[in-house]
């Protein structure tokens, strides 16, 4: 997983905090001439431009003192200490730049070698209004701040979620690969002396079936078409394997090139009913299909081995964490004394 901490780095918002210290520069001088009902444009004119360098100094210490939050506490981007914490460090500088500004170019400028007086109820309006202004800087510059971490969080998870998807899908690919490649083999290694035609029928059907999970190396998701079609492959090579002793019942009442799901997907279920279900010429194991609205249902009879075979680790945890990526519908899993059923949301096809 990424260390945020290390890039994460710049506090946006650079432009929409000028465009407020833009607002302010033009209420600051207006409000403080009235107060002291001398609206000369003389001194308009020169609080038009002080205010504003006044401003972005005060925008350029929360920046700092932002960044420097964000590479101290990355994992606390909007807790109460750190805004305690920094807001104690803004004040101060706040306070020390203004008086620096007052004695080095404001006094300079309007009087020459007029000296600060500290005591003056002007003075402390001048401290006061713009400790305010800082803290609504802070605020603002914050707020932006915590968003943009908020948002790089989300983009974060959704890569790692998109990372254990594809893993996900590549680990059952591996186990798919050989399982189903030596199987059908050991099949077709029978069949090819017992019936030649049976044996071609069952060539195609296997190449097809292959060449499909060949084909989706490098997908997340594949239309609910094509998961059938390679779904008819791969039961037609169960009904060879097992002799009649599974059996796949399809009902699908939607449009099947609309709607998408992750690869193998239906394999992988039938695979796992296959694998923990007893089965005879007697008592088959059914599997029922069913597709309608946004879900895709698929049930069999239950009818556990005593036995089971050694599990591979790659199941129905494997389908929803593929799940989990494209939809934030859950994948749904009902079971009775007589039946099982699993039930997957069907995701709109990407244009």
Not at 78 to 100: C, E, F, K, M, S
Request: charged residues 20%; positive net charge; glycine residues 6%.
């Amino acid at each position: 997983m990424t260390d945020l901490s290390k890039t994460y780095k710049p506090v946006t918002g650079i432009w929409l905090t000028l465009g407020v210290i833009v607002i302010m520069s033009l209420i600051y001088p207006v409000s403080f001439a009235y107060i002291d009902r001398d609206m000369r444009w003389v001194r308009l004119g020169r609080e038009f431009w002080f205010t504003p360098t006044r401003l972005i100094g005060i925008m350029l210490l929360t920046y700092g003192i932002l960044r420097l939050g964000n590479w101290v506490a990355p994992s606390y981007p909007n807790h109460w200490l750190r805004h305690v914490l920094q807001i104690g460090v803004l004040l101060p500088l706040t306070v020390a730049w203004l008086y620096a500004y007052l004695i080095w170019i404001d006094l300079p400028f309007s009087c020459g070698t007029c000296q600060p007086n500290t005591t003056t109820w002007e003075f402390r309006r001048y401290m006061g209004v713009y400790s305010l202004g800082a803290l609504f800087i802070y605020g603002f510059m914050s707020g932006l701040n915590f968003y943009r971490q908020a948002q790089m969080k989300a983009a974060e998870t959704a890569r790692l979620e998109k990372e254990c998807a594809q893993v996900c899908l590549q680990a059952l690919r591996n186990q798919v690969n050989p399982h189903f490649l030596f199987n059908s083999l050991s099949v077709l290694s029978t069949l090819v002396q017992q019936d030649p035609v049976l044996s071609e029928k069952f060539i195609l059907q296997l190449s097809k079936a292959y060449r499909y999970i060949l084909d989706q190396k490098d997908l997340l998701q594949v239309s609910l078409q094509e998961e059938l079609d390679f779904l008819t492959a791969y039961c037609f090579l169960l009904e060879i394997r097992f002799g009649g002793k599974v059996r796949m019942e399809k009902q699908v009442g939607v449009d099947t090139s609309a709607w998408s799901l992750p690869p193998l997907t239906l394999q992988l279920l039938v695979e796992n009913a296959v694998k923990h279900n007893r089965m005879s010429a007697q008592v088959p194991l059914v599997l029922q299909l069913e597709a309608a609205g946004d879900k895709l249902r698929l049930c069999n009879n239950l009818s556990p081995r005593e036995q089971h075979e050694t599990s591979t680790g790659i199941g129905l945890e494997n389908i929803r964490k593929r799940f989990l990526y494209l939809t934030s519908e859950p994948v749904l899993i009902e079971k009775t004394e007589t039946t099982f059923c699993v039930t997957v949301p069907l995701v709109p096809k990407p244009r």
